[in-house]
């Protein structure tokens, strides 16, 4: 069985990577089970190398650490690219609240479609395209096994997902939550990242040692997502929660401004997993039956994620 913080699970991935097929289907019925029932769990062993993230931190430190004109010259635009920085209290993920107490950096892998979007890199720091790049490539490689694994968890053939995903839509965004003034009161509601579901297939979380992640349970209670080193917390997103007909769930989850750390920088790195824009999200053989009719109608991957966007941002 996986081993449980504070109830959320945690998952050595390990047996997946290396092991037999017995050994995967043991780890995949342990994510089917954490993802029904809390549509999050921590992945041990998930192959991404322990050097790569640390360069990753490091290089996202540097890049907010630049002046704010400097950022501001690479600046978000519009959903439909949804690249660059996004600066503090920009973006409402609950629509209901003021604008949340951090800053992104968002890139894509890139397209070879024509008109396809391009990256917005940074002047500085020098290496930030080559270390964010190198991530990207290890990002989708782990996100690729998790997906083959989620394939297995619901008996679809084992490239089932990994297949709807292989131009690579996916987001990856650099946060940082910076540190709050001593005797800072947050206005009624703020918090470092409002609650909020993600949007798109699953997402993978890798976190500083600075605590903040809340999920909520079943039950309605908020839980810390405690940091545990050489761990990434997988969640389900939205698409997911379509595509199996609620089986597997997407949960809110939110950063909140505790004042045990919310005087400290906080850094996350976020990979969202998007299928390709064109795949049509049909609700999937096994998880629906006679009783148990498909909830919703099919959509596209790209018509679901810009609805989505166009909430987020007011745009
Ligand atoms: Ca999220």
């Avoid at 999050?40 to 062993?45: G, I, N, P, S, W």
């Avoid at 391009?118 to 080559?130: D, E, R, S, V």
């Avoid at 394939?151 to 490239?159: C, K, T």
């Avoid at 995903?165 to 946060?175: E, I, K, S």
Wanted: aromatic share 10%; charged share 25%.
């Amino acid at each position: 069985m996986a081993d449980k913080v504070q109830g959320m699970p945690v998952i050595d991935f390990g047996p997946f990577l290396e092991g037999a097929e017995v050994e995967q289907r043991a780890v995949a019925d342990q994510m089917r089970q954490a993802s029904r029932e809390w549509g999050f769990f921590y992945l041990a062993h998930c192959g991404m190398p322990a050097d790569r993230l640390a360069q990753t931190f490091a290089t996202s430190k540097d890049f907010f650490a630049l002046p704010t004109e400097e950022k501001q010259a690479v600046a978000w635009q519009n959903a439909e690219s949804n690249r660059g920085y996004v600066g503090i209290r920009r973006e409402r993920l609950d629509p209901s609240r003021p604008g949340d107490l951090k800053e992104a950096f968002n890139l894509a892998p890139d397209q070879s479609e024509p008109g396809a979007h391009k990256n917005l890199w940074p002047a500085a720091p020098p290496h930030f395209k080559a270390v964010m790049n190198g991530f990207l490539d290890e990002c989708i490689h782990t996100a690729d096994r998790v997906l083959e694994a989620f394939a297995l968890a619901l008996d679809q053939p084992v490239d089932f997902f990994v297949d709807a995903h292989n131009r690579h839509h996916h987001t990856l965004r650099l946060l940082h939550y910076p540190p709050l003034p001593e005797g800072f009161q947050p206005h009624d509601g703020e918090s470092r990242a409002g609650a909020h579901t993600d949007y798109g297939s699953i997402t993978l979380l890798f976190q500083d040692e600075v605590g903040g992640l809340e999920v909520r349970t079943r039950a309605g209670e908020w839980i810390r997502a405690t940091p545990i080193p050489g761990t990434v917390v997988v969640n389900t997103g939205d698409l997911m929660h379509r595509w199996t007909n609620h089986v597997f769930c997407s949960t809110p989850h939110r950063v909140n401004v505790a004042p045990e750390h919310c005087h400290r920088d906080r850094y996350s790195i976020a990979f969202f997993c998007h299928p390709n824009k064109d795949a049509k999200i049909t609700c999937i053989d096994s998880c629906t039956t006679a009783e148990n009719p498909p909830i919703y109608d099919s959509i596209t991957a790209g018509q679901h994620l810009h609805e989505k966007l166009t909430d987020t941002y007011g745009a």
